[in-house]
C-alpha cells in the first residue's frame, strides 16, 4: 500500500483547444506560486514552486517558468524526492520553445529536454542520462504545453460550467490532447482565504489514455473568480486516494496584466 501511495505522490508532484499562435502566458514575470501537497494523514507531504521570470533566448525577450517540486515532512524521511522543470516561451507568440526536466529518486534520476521547431513541426528529444531513448517527434496542430503549465494556463480561459476546451500537453517526448471541462461552481477554504472557484477537469478523450489517465486517475484544478484567477488547487485523484496541492503563498507578477482573458 505504501508503495502505491508513493508512486501516486510522486505523479501529483510532477504535475507541473490546441492554442493559436498568439497564445498568451497566463503567468507573467515576477510572479510566484507556492503549493502544500497533502495526501491522507500526511498535510505536509510535498511543495511545488511555480515561478516566472523574464529571460532571453536566441537573442529574443521571453519568458521563463521553473516549476521545482520535492517532498516534505514525514514523507521526506521514506522517500526523498526533488524535481525541476523549466519551459521557455517566446514573449512574441507565447509559443514553449524549449523544456527540460531534472529530478532525483534514489537511483532513477532523470535529464531530459525537448527542443521546439514550430516551422518543421516537429520537437528534438533529448535524454541526457539514457541517449538510445533520443529521437525526433512529430508535432500535431497546436501549441503544445507542459502540464503543470496547461493547468496553470487555464486560469486566462473564459470557460462557463459545461463548456470544453482542447489543449495540446507534451509528457516527456510524447504530445497528447486533454479536453479540459468546466464542471461547476465552488467554494474552497484555504489559508489565503475563501474563494469562489470554477473546477476544471481535464480528460484524455480524444487520445488513447496515456500515464496516470490510463490508470483511471482524475485531474481537478480550481480556478478562483476573482480579477487574480488563482489556481488555488491542484488533485489528483486516484483509485486509493487522493493528493491535495492547496495555494499557500502568491506573489503577485512585477507588472500587472491589463489583458484580457481567452
Known sequence: MFLLMRRALLLLLL?????????????????????????????????????ARTETNDRQPCTLVVTTTSTRGF????????????????????????????????????????????????????DLIQPAKNQVVALPPGDPLDLITCLVQTRSWNLQPGEQRDV?????????????????????????????????????????????FKRGSNVRVWISQDARRLPVRFEVEFRFGAGVSTLVQYTAPAVADARPSS
Request: charged share 25%; proline share 4%.
Open 15 to 51: 504535475l507541473t483547444g490546441p492554442a493559436r499562435a498568439d497564445l498568451q502566458l497566463a503567468l507573467r514575470p515576477g510572479e510566484e506560486l507556492t503549493y502544500r501537497v497533502s495526501w491522507g494523514v500526511l498535510s505536509n507531504a510535498g511543495e511545488i514552486r511555480i515561478a
Open 75 to 126: 514523507l521526506r524521511g521514506l522517500f526523498q524526492f526533488d524535481a525541476r522543470a523549466e519551459s521557455v516561451f517566446s514573449d512574441r507568440t507565447g509559443r514553449m520553445l524549449v523544456h527540460t526536466e531534472r529530478s532525483a529518486a534514489g537511483k532513477k534520476p532523470t535529464d531530459t529536454m525537448l527542443t521546439f521547431d514550430y516551422g518543421q513541426s516537429r520537437a528534438d528529444f533529448r
Open 168 to 212: 495540446l500537453v507534451m509528457f516527456e517526448e510524447e504530445p497528447y490532447v486533454l479536453t479540459v471541462h468546466a464542471l461547476r461552481y465552488e467554494t474552497l477554504r484555504t489559508s489565503l482565504g475563501t474563494f469562489n472557484t470554477l473546477v476544471l477537469e481535464p480528460r484524455m478523450e480524444k487520445t488513447a489514455p496515456k500515464g496516470m
